[in-house]
């Protein structure tokens, strides 16, 4: 098992940064946790994303494991090794940006940063512990950052607290404003899904405790946005992998779903776009209405890792993030404990561009949970 896959000493004497190995940092090579990028030549330049950490003056010290070409959503990893989960032993710390979520944890670093297709910064987040945001699509430059191309990716950060996950952002954001005090009495739109019954005792109390004003916001194109999401990303992902697949070194559970992605159609993709636009409708249709959505992150506890073997038996865990990745609005999880010692994380969910309403909202909750909001987690 491993969290660090190159150990890094680039810039100032700030906080201590991690970052996801898709992300380009000069100097070294970029392998996404892959035997198929083992002899790739390394990056002539960082990323926007690194740049923007290192013009802030963080100290840039390590790059982290992921399921191999971000590619899966258990974190496993049959090429590089598997992340181990600090708070949750034994438990998958969810993939894809699993070594980014295990290394803030572990208190190895101060924030780290992962990318988001399909839930790939939420749900190893919620797997481990930890606070984790995708932005609103194209608010972060992914320029420098596998895959070059996608409709869907997002540079997110985690972090342990909500403070720190705030002060990541204005380090890769530089558009990042003050959060809004508008959200001192926010609405919550309650979505309405199937979620395991820990997981529902765990969300339900802290939304009732909370004393904030709650409405239901039925979202009826779920199901269908987290199918056209799958569509999307396999496309993409495997326009951005065909040429490593066929160098016969990816590892037999991705090389199998990549694939499998190679046969999805045009016909398919055009459906999905259509989706992808309904689906957006609504939920700025239900944020007409409320200053945020919530609804679990996961709709169950993470699997323990000899029960997650078959990453295709697994996607459901990503029902309830993927479908905002197709639409594009800014997402974030929060870190609980249920009464059976096990993570549970709660998905708020906002307007496109309203990453600082976002974690305003995130951060009322808390206090009114919280006389120390730190004591979120586990």
Known sequence: MTIVVEQLSLGGNGVRVMVKDTIDVAGYT???????????????????????????GARLIGKTVLHELAFGTTGINHACGTAPNPHFPGRIPGGSSSGSAAAVAAGLCDFSLGTDTGGSVRIPACCCGVFGLKPTFGRVS????????????????????????????????????????????????????????????????????????????????????????????NRETWVACAELVESGRVAPDVDGRLRAAALTSDAALAQAEAVRA????????????????????????????????????????TAFVRPFNLSGHPALTLPFTSDDGLPVGLQLVAAKGADELLLAVAGELLRRLYSNPSDCGA
């Open 278 to 317: 309904a689906f957006t409708a609504e939920v700025d249709a239900a944020l007409q209405r409320f200053d945020v959505l919530v609804l679990p992150t996961m709709p169950d506890y993470p699997l323990r890792v000899e029960d997650a073997a078959d990453t295709r038996a697994v996607l459901g865990m």
């Open 30 to 56: 970029t392998r996404a946790s892959s035997r198929a990028l083992a002899d790739a030549a390394p990056a002539q330049r960082h990323a926007e994303v690194v740049e923007a950490l290192l013009a802030s």
């Open 142 to 233: 992914r320029r420098g950052v596998m895959p070059a191309q996608s409709s869907l990716d997002c540079v997110g950060p985690f972090a342990a607290t909500l403070p720190m996950l705030e002060r990541a952002m204005r380090m890769i954001d530089p558009g990042f404003g003050a959060l809004p005090a508008a959200a001192d009495e926010p609405t919550l739109g309650v979505v309405p899904v199937s979620a395991a019954e820990g997981v529902e005792r765990t969300l339900r109390p802290v939304l009732e405790a909370s004393g904030l004003s709650l409405g239901e916001a039925p979202l009826t194109q779920m199901s269908a946005a987290y199918d056209a999401g799958m569509v999307v990303i």
